[in-house]
C-alpha cells in the first residue's frame, strides 16, 4: 500500500507508524494517554470513532498505542488495519473479572489462549481452531511480570459479546446456556472473563501477527457469590507497567 493511503477505521496512514513494528493495544481510548506518557517523546496521532493513537519509544524503537474500543468486531477491525500498515508484534492490555478463587483484584493474568464465546473469531476460521498467544511476546509478560514482582496468572481467560449476559443471566432467554457454560469454564480452569483477546488472537493467526495479552483482575464474581472478602482494584498500571517491560525486554534481546 502507499505510505500516504490513510486506513479507514483507525485513520492513519504508514509513514504515521515511523516503521512502528510493536503496538500496545488498550480497549479504551482515554487509557491510550496514560500510557503514551510511559513511553519516551510521546505524540499524539488521531482520534476516529473508538480508535485514538499515540506514537512513542522505547529502548529507542517506535511503538504505537492505540485503542481497540469494546468487543471483538472493533479489535478485528483494528488489527486488520495495523497489519496493512506493517504492525507485527500486538500487546493487549485489558481488565477482566476473576474466575477462580484464587484469582483476585489486583492481580495480573498473562492469557496463553482463549475461549472463543464471541461471534467475530466465527468468521475467520471453524471454532475447532484454538485462539493461542504467541509464545516469544507470552513469555517476555511472564519475565516483565517477575521483574516487576507482581503476582500474575498464565492460563485460558474467557472472551464473550455479552457484558450483561455475563452480570445478569437469567434475565437473558438464553440464560440456561450461559449459566451451563459459566459453570463448564470455572471447572475446567478459565482464570477470568473479558471480551477481546479471542478475536485479536484469531485475527493475528491469520494474518501471521504476534499477539499476547496482559489483564488486570477487576474483582471476582465467583467470590461475590460465595460472600468471601473480593476487594476492587483499578490499578491499570500494573498492566501497562508489565506491557512496557516486555517490548523492552524483547527488543533488548
Avoid at 58 to 82: D, F, Q, R, W, Y
Avoid at 154 to 178: A, N
Avoid at 195 to 206: F, G
Wanted: net charge negative; hydrophobic share 40%.
Amino acid at each position: 500500500m502507499e505510505k500516504t493511503e490513510t486506513m479507514y477505521h483507525i485513520g492513519l496512514k504508514k509513514e504515521d507508524l515511523q516503521g512502528a513494528k510493536y503496538a500496545i493495544l488498550p480497549g479504551d481510548p482515554g487509557r491510550v494517554p496514560k500510557i503514551a506518557m510511559k513511553l519516551n517523546n510521546p505524540i499524539k496521532l488521531g482520534v476516529n470513532r473508538e480508535y485514538t493513537s499515540f506514537l512513542g519509544e522505547i529502548a529507542n524503537e517506535k511503538v504505537l498505542v492505540i485503542s481497540t474500543g469494546m468487543g471483538g468486531p472493533s479489535t478485528a477491525i483494528c488489527v486488520e488495519e495495523l497489519a496493512e500498515l506493517g504492525i507485527k508484534k500486538l500487546i493487549r492490555v485489558g481488565t477482566s473479572g476473576g474466575m477462580q478463587l484464587n484469582v483476585n483484584a489486583g492481580d495480573i493474568v498473562i492469557a496463553q489462549a482463549a475461549i472463543r464465546q464471541e461471534g467475530t473469531s466465527k468468521e475467520y476460521v471453524p471454532i475447532e481452531y484454538p485462539a493461542v498467544a504467541d509464545l516469544e511476546l507470552t513469555n517476555a509478560l511472564v519475565e516483565a511480570s517477575k521483574e516487576l514482582g507482581y503476582t500474575y496468572h498464565t492460563g485460558v481467560v474467557q472472551c464473550k459479546d455479552s457484558f450483561y449476559g455475563q452480570h445478569d443471566p437469567e434475565k437473558m432467554p438464553v440464560g440456561y446456556e450461559l449459566l451451563n457454560k459459566w459453570d463448564a469454564w470455572i471447572k475446567a480452569g478459565a482464570l477470568c472473563s473479558e471480551m477481546e483477546t479471542a478475536s485479536l488472537y484469531i485475527v493475528s493467526s491469520v494474518l501471521r501477527l504476534q499477539a499476547s495479552a496482559v489483564l488486570l483482575v477487576v474483582w471476582n464474581q465467583e467470590k461475590e457469590k460465595r460472600g468471601l472478602s473480593n476487594d476492587t482494584s483499578f490499578d491499570v498500571d500494573k498492566e501497562i507497567n508489565v506491557a512496557i517491560k516486555a517490548i523492552e525486554l524483547l527488543i533488548k534481546g
